[in-house]
């Protein structure tokens, strides 16, 4: 019965808007790149999405992804792209990938996309099938879709050397481009992020903002800095463009392998060369997650600040009493590392907390020996 009344309003608001629009001013269309569509669970399918502005006057419009579950109904929405910015007569086209968590049951769903003001004036949509059979050893765990109808911007990075084998506390280098294929002056974050052989995703190692002109490609030389501290191992890196944190329209990444260190003494993941006139300046504020977690019996801990100040660095107990004081006192804008050496702890839960005077972070650590 839900499941009846949640498709009949669907159909109500959109037979209300198309009542005002038989040729809608914005058109959303979904390719599959496969028909039937067939994924395990677990796995993942790719589709083209196309959003076209059908008008002479600039457009914005939002974007949501919802599911018809067999034996369950509506769910979603898997994603939502707010205020997708159009130009005139503009068609934007996205290459999309669509997660299926292992969990999902076995069955024919269906896919939609709506265009128009989330989420109750949809003005266009475009749907597709797609069949869930048994895991074939995939390990996705959620709906996740990556991609988006996003502003024609693309990332790509190309090595210096490959492979790429840095020695700890040295630096590798790469080309960055990032390609505006639309009309307007995009401005977007540019965050980097590793993938850490026995620990995981760390990161972000940069986050900066960046104006792509029209029709433009910006190509920098860029140097990635390897701390002294960094596990041995093949990492992956990881450039994305677009709204940070949840919200990538474009990702590169490559492979690089840290040895034994050979005298270099980088203290932490320092990223130069991707802005011209100040790459090491972030643009906020921000605690990273300190490394390695849990720990034993030394960890560190990145902080980034964008202007000078004074600034507090504290750690504290499951008690909430400080146990000890790692920065207090002006600090100079950039990115920076400190190490807590807590080989005169206990094991436990320990918190640290940075004051940059507008911002206060906290974040959990744990100490095992």
């Not at 914005?26 to 083209?48: M, R």
């Not at 590169?252 to 320092?270: H, K, L, R």
């Not at 146990?323 to 640290?352: K, M, P, Q, R």
Request: glycine share 8%; aromatic share 12%.
């Amino acid at each position: 019965m839900k499941k009846l009344l949640f498709l009949l309003v669907i159909f109500a608001l959109f037979l209300t808007a198309n009542a005002f629009a038989q040729d809608p001013t914005v058109s959303v269309q979904l390719i599959p790149e496969s028909d039937p569509v067939i994924v395990p669970a677990g796995g993942s399918f790719n589709y083209t999405g196309i959003l076209t502005n059908n008008t002479d006057e600039p457009q914005i419009t939002d974007v949501w992804i919802m599911l018809d579950v067999p034996d369950h109904g509506i769910f979603g929405p898997l994603d939502i792209y707010e205020d997708v910015h159009l130009a005139p007569n503009q068609t934007l086209s996205a290459e999309i990938s669509q997660f299926v968590p292992c969990r999902a049951p076995l069955g024919v769903y269906t896919y939609w996309a709506f265009c128009g003001d989330y989420p109750n004036n949809p003005i266009d949509s475009s749907s597709f099938q797609f069949t869930v059979v048994e895991p074939n050893g995939g390990d996705a765990d959620s709906w996740v879709v990556l991609g988006a109808f996003d502003e024609n911007i693309d990332i790509d990075i190309t090595p210096d050397e490959d492979p790429t084998i840095v020695p700890a506390g040295g630096s590798f280098g790469y080309t960055g481009t990032l390609t505006n294929q639309g009309d307007e002056d995009v401005t977007a974050d540019l965050w980097m992020m590793l993938d850490v052989p026995d620990y995981g995703i760390y990161g972000p190692l940069s986050l900066i903002d960046v104006t792509i002109p029209a029709d433009f490609t910006i190509s920098r030389h860029v140097e990635q800095y390897v701390p002294t501290y960094a596990p041995l191992g093949t990492y992956t890196y990881m450039a994305f463009v677009g709204d940070y944190p949840d919200n990538p329209w474009d990702e590169a990444d490559m492979e690089f392998t840290v040895i034994e260190p050979e005298g270099s003494t980088a203290d932490s993941w320092g990223v130069v060369g991707w802005k011209e006139e100040s790459s090491v300046i972030p643009s906020v504020a921000m605690l990273g997650n300190n490394y390695p977690n849990p720990f034993n019996a030394q960890t560190s801990i990145s902080f980034d600040v964008p202007t000078a100040g004074n600034v507090s660095l504290d750690i504290y107990n499951i008690m909430g009493q400080k146990v000890a004081t790692l920065v207090n006192g002006n600090v100079e804008a950039g990115s920076h590392t400190v190490v807590w050496d807590a080989g005169n702890y206990s094991s436990g839960i320990y918190f640290y907390k940075l004051n940059t005077g507008n911002k206060v972070f906290t974040k959990r650590m744990t100490l095992l020996k």
